[in-house]
């Protein structure tokens, strides 16, 4: 059973920045993708990042330019730095992993930027 632990949430102000670390029990290139997705208040979950078996990086039109995905398979961990956040950026932010047709989902991690 594949587990997912996220890390690095909390309150941040508009402008600042926050690093979400995604702690994986193997390691993430044996994942077909893995990157970040998050849920705002009412809104459906939608991509904010990810890596894809192809082996490139996608992101959300909204985050480009100011997140980062990147990994250190040393800790089999996947992080997102966030930089210039605004307060539409807050969300919990939910780790993945696809395994071909299988989509594993960490807890979550709440991210509140205030104005």
């Known amino acids: 059973q594949v587990q997912l632990v996220e890390s690095g949430g909390g309150l941040a102000q508009a402008g600042g920045s926050l690093r979400l670390s995604c702690a994986a029990s193997?390691?993430?290139?044996?994942?077909?993708?893995m990157g970040w997705y998050r849920q705002a208040p009412g809104k459906q979950r939608e991509l904010v990042a990810v890596?894809?078996?192809?082996?490139?990086?996608n992101y959300a039109d909204s985050v480009k330019g100011r997140f980062t995905l990147s990994r250190d398979n040393a800790f089999n961990t996947v992080y997102l730095q966030m930089n210039r956040l605004s307060p539409e950026d807050t969300a919990v932010y939910y780790c993945?992993?696809?395994?071909?047709?299988?989509?594993?989902w960490g807890k979550g991690t709440l991210v509140t930027v205030s104005s």
């Open positions: 993945n992993a696809r395994d071909l047709t299988i989509d594993y």
């Open positions: 193997r390691n993430t290139f044996s994942f077909s993708a």
């Open positions: 890596f894809t078996a192809g082996g490139m990086t």
